[in-house]
């Protein structure tokens, strides 16, 4: 692995003699990432951006966590300093997270993280019970994307954003591991009022 980064950074200053000289001056990324931590579903190669171009938080299930200081203080940053104009929830099909939210329970640290999944299953029980195993087990994964698109997009620096008129684009996709595509679910917020004339007032 060393050998292989001594190679690629030889690479990179062979090709563009500035690069390290202007990343190490700032990054000006164009999107946050809220990934899963599968190794298959890496951000940078998949939507083909270049290193510097996405602020990147992952973690198993892409969870954004609205308990979580991980997830609040990404957030933060990325909208309020780094002014990023795109925020991705990215789920995927095939996701261990979710089939073990699906499939057991229990006290570890991993089954209590997975328990935000179980809560979104047990808010969608009767569509989800129709379901064969497979089709439970993707419909969850988007279920997920969707709740966690609605967990960023009612946190206070996203509606702060929106209300001082910052670019804010809040998009839901998921990835589909057997032919590496992205698929949009029809989750798009640019401004509090995308987002109420989806869910309606009521739903904050
Ligand atoms: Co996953």
């Not at 997270?97 to 640290?109: E, Y």
């Not at 670019?167 to 992205?182: P, T």
């Amino acid at each position: 692995m060393l050998a292989a980064n001594k190679q690629w950074a030889n690479d990179i200053k062979e090709a563009d003699p500035q690069y390290f000289i202007r990343a190490a001056q700032e990054q000006k990324p164009e999107l946050l990432w809220v990934g899963c931590a599968d190794s298959r579903v890496g951000p940078d190669q998949l939507i083909g951006l270049p290193m510097g171009s996405i602020f990147v938080h992952r973690n198993i299930g892409n969870i954004f966590a609205t308990n979580d200081l991980n997830s609040l203080a990404v957030l933060e940053y990325a909208i309020d300093e780094l002014q990023v104009p795109n925020v991705m929830v990215c789920g995927h099909y095939g996701c261990g997270g979710v089939h073990a939210a699906l499939t057991h329970s229990g006290i570890q640290p991993v089954d209590l993280w997975l328990d935000q999944i179980r809560f979104i299953y047990q808010r969608h029980e009767p569509e989800l019970a129709r379901l064969n195993e497979q089709q439970r087990w993707d419909r969850l994964a988007e279920l997920n994307v969707e709740a966690q698109v609605h967990n960023i997009c009612r946190n206070t620096v996203v509606r702060e954003a929106w209300k001082r008129g910052q670019e804010v684009n809040v998009i839901g996709l998921i990835y589909d591991i057997h032919d590496g595509r992205l698929k949009q679910l029809g989750l798009e917020f640019r401004s509090q009022a995308e987002w109420q004339a989806r869910y309606g007032e009521g739903r904050q």
